[in-house]
């Protein structure tokens, strides 16, 4: 199985904040990589496919990037909504795998 | 709106087994592949199954390889996940999550529902 490895697991920020997370898969991935979040008691929600790709209705300042291997989640500027976990996603093999999770959380 | 819709979780007793249901609507369920995917109290996401768009194909989890099987009704635009054998080890709430278009095997989770919460206990 490939194995999806987070850091930070947590991470303690402030609004206005640049805030980036590292994804490391075991094995190459190509970019089948996508990145979700995800607040208490909700369900997850896309916010990055195929690596860099943002998804629908998502704000820009959110983004991806990376291939291979190491892969990264920016946020440019933290607002108040983004306080949640975050969890990156490989769709490359079988069993398809997720990241441990990153909670971003108020500093 | 384009949704999809848990249902049949519950407390079970270690040993028996349940069967989970999700609906789709307001898009052409039979066009997509879906999945399952779990998150147990605290803890992060497991995918858990996967049926192709036609129910043709299916691959599992280690975790539950043997003891789940899902399915789908495509008439009804329904997916079921039977789970037999539950252990505390399955206590999770259950998501479906919209896999790809029918030509798209590596695709995303575009879509969930709420999910549903399964709790296994004596």
């Known amino acids: 199985d490939i194995q999806m490895t987070q850091s930070p697991s947590v991470l303690s920020a402030s609004v206005g904040d640049r805030v980036t997370i590292t994804c490391r898969a075991s094995?190459?991935?190509?970019?089948?990589l996508a990145w979700y979040q995800q607040k208490p008691g909700s369900a997850p929600k896309l916010l990055i496919y195929k690596a860099s790709s943002l998804a629908g209705g998502v704000p820009p300042r959110f983004s991806g990037s990376g291939s291979g291997t190491e892969f990264t989640l920016t946020i440019s500027s933290l607002q108040p909504d983004d306080f949640a976990t975050f969890y990156c996603?490989?769709?490359?093999?079988?069993?398809?795998?997720f990241g441990q999770g990153t909670k971003v959380e108020v500093k | 709106q384009v949704e999809l819709v848990e249902s049949g979780g519950g407390v079970v007793q270690p040993g028996r087994s349940l069967r989970l249901s999700c609906e789709a609507s307001t898009f052409t369920f039979n066009n997509y592949h879906m999945n399952w995917v779990r998150q147990a109290p605290g803890k992060g996401l497991e995918w858990v199954t996967f049926?192709?768009?036609?129910?043709?194909?299916?691959y599992y989890a280690a975790s539950v390889k043997g003891r789940f099987n899902v399915s789908r009704d495509n008439s009804k635009s329904m997916m079921y996940l039977r789970m037999n054998s539950l252990t505390s080890e399955d206590t999770a709430v259950y998501y479906c999550?919209?896999?790809?278009?029918?030509?798209?095997?590596?695709?995303?989770?575009?879509?969930w529902g709420r999910g549903t919460l399964v709790s296994v206990s004596s």
């Open positions: 996603h490989q769709y490359n093999t079988y069993p398809w795998t």
């Open positions: 094995q190459s991935i190509s970019t089948w």
């Open positions: 999550a919209r896999g790809g278009p029918r030509a798209e095997l590596n695709w995303y989770f575009d879509l």
């Open positions: 049926i192709s768009n036609d129910g043709n194909n299916k």
